[in-house]
């Protein structure tokens, strides 16, 4: 792995332990002005110091973040569908890896429908992205999407939607939280990191999940929903980052849930 890929790569991951807290706000793409993100920058400014890197489009990047940041970000790079359209795995590359570059992002995202109409096509845009990311040094996150299809997140589906991701070059995948958690990150040779989903029902259940699939050999959580949609955002993220960082179970990691 080149310099710039494996620098960039550092900043996401952090070196110390090896893990990484993201937060992932970049549901506008297809949901539009999801519950709780309407103002994205109120939204993220608490908890911008407990956040190692942001997960978003560069629509918000420029214009709800202060360019001053002192923050990595993820960017997503695909979109052309929404939650109202035909199909929602319709995605292709929507930003160019020479705006990434000048963003400077730090990781470009892309979504595949692995198992859906448009399968070849989000796998081949994957490809294309990898082969760009070599080029320039820039790193690729594969999202494994089941788009409304949520009853599609077990463990059998999800190996093999990670590993093909892994196959075609992505350097970190993203995936959900499933039953046999640790035979999707083994049989993946490179980095998991987990997403929250909808909103759980309770606190403990977003820690429960942040805690398993650390446990079972993620190296981070990429969440949204569960943080941000909480009315204890800042506990949520200081309570999951323990866990990530600090190697808290959820029964410790809720502790901090209290200090709203
Ligand atoms: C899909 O909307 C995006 O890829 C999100 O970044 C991803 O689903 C993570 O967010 P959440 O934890 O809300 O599922």
Redesign the pocket.
């Known amino acids: 792995m080149d310099w710039g890929m494996k620098n960039r790569l550092s900043r996401l991951i952090k070196p110390k332990t090896g893990n990484a807290v993201w937060l992932?706000i970049?549901?506008g793409y297809?949901?539009g002005p999801v519950s709780k993100l309407e103002e994205p920058a109120k939204t993220i400014k608490p908890l911008i110091p407990y956040t190692d890197a942001l997960?978003l489009t560069r629509g918000i990047l420029r214009n709800c973040i202060d360019s001053d940041i002192d923050m990595p970000f993820l960017l997503?790079v695909s979109g052309g569908n929404s939650i109202v359209g035909p199909a929602l795995s319709n995605e292709t590359i929507q930003t160019s890896m020479e705006d990434a570059l000048r963003l400077n992002a730090s990781a470009v995202?892309f979504?595949i429908y692995i198992g859906t109409e448009h399968e070849n096509q989000t796998l081949s845009c994957l490809g294309a992205l990898v082969n760009e990311g070599q080029r320039y040094g820039m790193p690729v996150l594969a999202?494994t999407?089941v788009g409304k299809e949520l009853e599609k997140r077990d463990g059998r589906y999800l190996s093999l939607c990670c590993r093909i991701a892994a196959e075609l070059g992505a350097q970190v995948v993203?995936t959900y939280y499933c039953e046999n958690f640790e035979k999707v990150v083994k049989s993946c040779p490179v980095p998991v990191v987990v997403?929250?989903?909808?909103k759980l029902e309770t606190e403990m259940d977003v820690l429960n999940l942040a805690y398993n699939a650390i446990q079972s050999g993620a190296r981070g959580v990429?969440?949204?929903?569960?943080i941000w949609q909480s009315n204890n955002a800042v506990g949520m993220i200081k309570a999951v980052r323990s866990i990530v960082h600090e190697g808290a179970s959820a029964k410790e990691a809720s502790k901090l849930l209290k200090n709203k």
């Open positions: 992932a970049d549901h297809f949901l997960m997503r995202a979504s999202v999407a993203k997403a929250g989903g909808p990429d969440m949204g929903r569960n």
